[in-house]
């Protein structure tokens, strides 16, 4: 699926490109941003984030774009193929992070509406899915306020922690969302 360039009011989403990478991994050194991601660079892993953006652009993976201000790059949002089809959520997944400097100015929910106005209209009757580690609680403040709502408690493999930690799965209709519009 060829993705537009998706603007709100501050923001642009666009793809990623190569020139993001040291953006990238400069976040996902930050020790407050790691903990909240399940599947992400390894803070150490230098070089991952240019293979990680060559991936992306191949389609397989879903959608990933940056999210930018201005000429700021503020982090990524994407949705993938559904990873939670264990406990019957067929939807697209979808992940999230800022860097810790653009916490706390709403641009999350911002993004989060921006790429999900643009994609309901083609899935009208489609769910949206998500899986965040219970102690996020600024992730899931942000997911509620969208009208996500939770399926299951269970478990997730952190990579920096290496080891399992208790999650939350939670769920998005269409129709909770323009609800919560
Ligand atoms: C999860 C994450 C994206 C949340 O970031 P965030 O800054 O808390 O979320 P938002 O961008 O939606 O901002 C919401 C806050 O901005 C405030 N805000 C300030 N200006 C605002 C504005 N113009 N519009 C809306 N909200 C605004 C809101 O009041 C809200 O504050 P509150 O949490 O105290 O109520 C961020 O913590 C992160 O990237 N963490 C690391 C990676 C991660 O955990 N990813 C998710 C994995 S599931």
Redesign the pocket.
Known sequence: MKIPALKSNRLLLRSLQPEDAAAIEAQLSEP???????RALHPDSQGHAAEWISAQATGTHGIALAITEGDRFL?TIGLEPSTLRSIGIFAPTI????G?P?????????AVRCLLDWYLPFEPTERIG????EA?T??L??LE?LGFREVERGSTYSQLLGKELPDIKLELTAQRYYEAI
């Open positions: 407050m941003a790691n903990p909240g991601l399940a982090g992940g999230y992070w800022l810790a653009f916490w706390g100015k709403g641009f999350m929910q911002e998500t899986s965040v580690f996020n600024r992730s403040k942000v306020k």
